[in-house]
């Protein structure tokens, strides 16, 4: 039975590689500096590096599943947005039913419906969608003598399956990557090591000398920063969109 290798480091695997940039793009700033401390931190060293981070960045990010899972999402809010008009519709036929539905909107699915789509939980909107598909077989007649159409039934029906077939697909995605990812999981512990290498280095170097260059190589601080420039460009998109 192969034994499952743990992982030597708590950041996320695809920040790693993106820290580890950071790591090099300094290493590379200092490199005389780490070369006089030991010539073991060369030109090659560097090279080496920056190729091991190619490497990994592909590994835990892939362009073209990157891609292919931006696709599926951008599908999976186009039809959660979708929902509107046919939540609109139903809660009007519900109101002209009157007392012949005897359920509210709340109740029948629509009102956390409207809520989930709007919040994108997509898990909470398939098992809204199933509910309601549920109430309009009860109610079905009395909805129909309102002026529910097959059509409206039959998208919402189909939103649900074309929701879960794209959860499916992101599912499987994820897995597989994952899988690969564990598959490769020394060459990852490996980058890290030589990053943590590299901070250790740097603060011999500038521990007496520099200030501000000590912070530099403090591994914390580095995430720290990735994370905020991370934050920042997340609520740059959600301005835009």
Same mark, same amino acid.
């Given at each position: 039975m192969k034994l499952s290798i743990s992982c030597s480091f708590d950041c996320k695997d695809e920040e790693l590689p993106i820290v580890c940039g950071i790591g090099a793009i300094r290493l590379a700033r200092d490199l005389s500096d780490f070369t006089a401390y030991s010539p073991k931190f060369d030109t090659n060293y560097l090279a080496a590096l920056e190729s091991k981070i190619e490497v990994v960045q592909e590994l835990v990010q892939p362009q073209f599943e990157t891609i292919e899972q931006q696709v599926i999402t951008e599908r999976i809010y186009q039809l959660l947005d979708n929902l509107t008009f046919p939540i609109n519709y139903l809660e009007g036929y519900l109101k %002209?039913?009157?007392n012949q539905v005897p359920i509210s909107s709340a109740d029948f699915g629509l009102a956390p419906l409207r809520k989930s789509?709007? %919040?994108?939980?997509?898990?909470?909107?398939?098992m809204l969608l199933q509910t309601i598909d549920e109430n309009? =077989? =009860?109610? =079905?007649?009395?909805l129909i003598a309102k002026r529910l159409s097959s059509v409206l039934i039959a998208k919402l029906s189909v939103t649900r399956k074309l929701l879960d077939e794209d959860m499916d697909k992101k599912f499987a995605l994820v897995s597989r990557r994952y899988a690969i990812i564990q598959k490769n999981r020394c060459l990852l512990n490996e980058l890290y090591d030589q990053l943590i290498e590299i901070c250790s280095v740097g603060k011999i170097i500038y521990r007496q000398t520099d200030k501000a260059k000590l912070k530099d190589y403090n591994f914390t601080q580095m995430m720290n920063q990735l994370r905020r420039s991370? =934050?920042?460009?997340?609520?740059c998109t959600a301005i835009a969109v």
């Open positions: %002209l039913a009157g789509a709007r %919040l994108r939980d997509v898990e909470s909107v398939i309009i =077989k =009860k109610y =079905k007649m009395d991370t =934050k920042e460009i997340e609520e």
